[in-house]
Every structure is written in C-alpha cells, then in structure tokens.
C-alpha cells in the first residue's frame, strides 16, 4: 500500500471531506479520490461514507485511521532515524501570522526551501487562531499561544511593543498619563483583553474598553494612525509610523511587558524533524535581525 495513498486518506479524514482534503494538500479532487478508492479497493472496504456535506468515517474507517497515522508517523521516524542530518522531505504546513508573517517569518521559510529542495513548504496566513490538529498543520508561529490548550509550545524570540496614539487623537482627547486613565480612552482592541504595563517590578493589568476591533494589529495601527483611539501594538507593526510622526509613543513610564513568538504543535513525544529545523531557523533569524523586532534596548 502506498504511504502517500496513506497520507491521502488521512487528510481525508480529518478534514472531513474530499474537497477539502484537496485543498489542505495542494491536490485535485480527482487525485485525492483516485487515491481514496485505491486504498478502499486494496482493503476491500469502505472506509469513508459520501455526503452532500462531505464524508464520515465509516466504522472500519474508523479503525484504519488510527493504524494508518501510526504506521504514517513510523515511516516519518525511520526517515529522520536514518538519516538524521539528510535532507529534508516530504511536506511542512505552517500557519502563520498575516499581521507580519510574509514580512517577517516568510523568508525564513523561504531559506528553508532553499536548503531543502525535495521538502514542500505549505503556508496558510491568518490572524485567526487555527486548529492545528483539525485543519492538519505541523505547526504554528504565533505570537501568543493558550497556556490551558494541550498544544506544545517552543519560545524562538521575544517581541516587543508599546503603547502608541496620534498625534490628532492626543490633541483632541489629551494622553493617559497612568494606567486607571487608560480607562477614559477608547482603545483599539483585538477582542476583549486586558492590557500588562510595567510599574517598576509590578505587574498592573487593566481591562481597556473601545468600540474598534479588529483581528489583525495592522488594521488597529491603521485605526490609530486614523486618530480613533490607542493602541497596544508590536514594534514591528509601529516602527515606521513611530519614525514618520504618524503615531506618537504614550506612557513611558509605564512600558509594555516584552511578548514573545512561539513555535506551537500538535502534542506527540517528539517534534518532526522538519519542525525541529524550522525552530532552529527561527531562533537563529531573531538573533540575526534584533533590530526588525524592536529589540535593541
């Protein structure tokens, strides 16, 4: 039985679906079927039932799956065992950041590529927070990640940012000059957080309150360069704004405790090697590039 009808059918799966296993895996619906019904016929079974909606496992689909993952993630250790400082192979999915992933981490990737011309790259950009098991990711960069989800987490750098207003916004609603008058602001949010300020070697966390959100910090930068409100934002997003005068720094005295980007998978014993080396890569490019991140200070 061949692995890749192996993977096929495990896409398949988990997706829950033809198309969009298609989708996850760069391939055509015809190829996807045509390697779902190699294995159905191999076995002599069906293993997914077919629905207006998609497809569901049937019981014996249920059964293989589970032996076909394994079998899947042995044939990935064997690789790595034998050839553990080889060339890399075969398929990385990364989600990625929009706000500044094809900025910041897509060229990292891009070496990757280089380096390793027989390993195929798959990059999904959103703000959203994807499920990386559900939606078939090795792995994740974030600039945040769930402390209370099962997903392992591996720091590659530090981030970090500052609070930031125009100077219209300021001359028109003055500037928070202590945490409580962040208060009497309108803040410009991703959803509903709260806000950490450094107070000497205390922590002061505040719950700010606006009527703009947005899911990417490009946009909420956009919106306070617009005047319509402050924002809490990464360095990397502000820099230029900062530079031009199209923002202004607000609350110095009270910076902004330093964030970090993270590395997130899928729980297993072992990350792959191919995550393995993207971390690596990772932690490599932020020390290369400290000042593309705000951190030299």
């Not at 999915?93 to 990737?109: C, E, I, Y």
């Not at 997130?264 to 995550?275: D, E, F, I, N, Y």
């Amino acid at each position: 039985m061949d692995i890749e009808d192996l993977r096929t059918f495990i896409a398949v799966a988990d997706a829950g679906g033809v198309s969009a296993a298609a989708r996850r895996l760069g391939l055509s619906k015809s190829i996807v079927s045509r390697q779902l019904s190699r294995i159905e016929a191999e076995l002599g079974v069906q293993l997914l039932a077919r629905t207006t909606r998609g497809a569901a496992l049937t019981e014996a689909g249920i059964t293989f799956r589970d032996h076909a993952a394994r079998a899947s993630a042995e044939i990935d250790a064997a690789k790595e065992t034998i050839l553990p400082n080889g060339e890399l192979r075969g398929r990385l999915r990364v989600a990625m950041p929009l706000t500044f992933g094809p900025t910041h981490f897509a060229p990292v990737l891009a070496e990757m590529a280089q380096l390793h011309p027989n390993l195929h790259v798959h990059t999904s950009y959103s703000d959203r927070f994807v499920d990386l098991i559900a939606e078939g990711f090795d792995c994740a960069i974030r600039s945040a990640y769930l402390q209370h989800s099962n997903l392992i987490a591996k720091r590659v750098g530090p981030i970090h940012g500052k609070l930031v207003a125009s100077p219209g916004y300021i001359k028109a609603q003055g500037s928070p000059e202590a945490v409580e008058q962040i208060l009497d602001h309108q803040a410009l949010m991703k959803g509903t957080e709260t806000w950490q300020f450094l107070d000497g070697d205390k922590i002061v966390t505040i719950q700010p309150q606006g009527r703009f959100k947005a899911d990417s910090a490009t946009a909420l930068a956009a919106a306070a360069v617009a005047g319509l409100g402050i924002a809490w934002l990464p360095d990397c997003i502000t820099a230029e704004h900062v530079a031009s005068g199209a923002l202004v720094p607000i609350m110095p005295r009270y910076p902004v405790p330093p964030g970090a980007a993270y590395v997130v998978r899928p729980p297993g014993q072992h990350p792959t090697r191919k995550v393995r080396v993207l971390t690596e890569m990772l932690i490599e490019y932020f020390a290369r590039n400290p000042d593309s991140w705000g951190l030299d200070r």
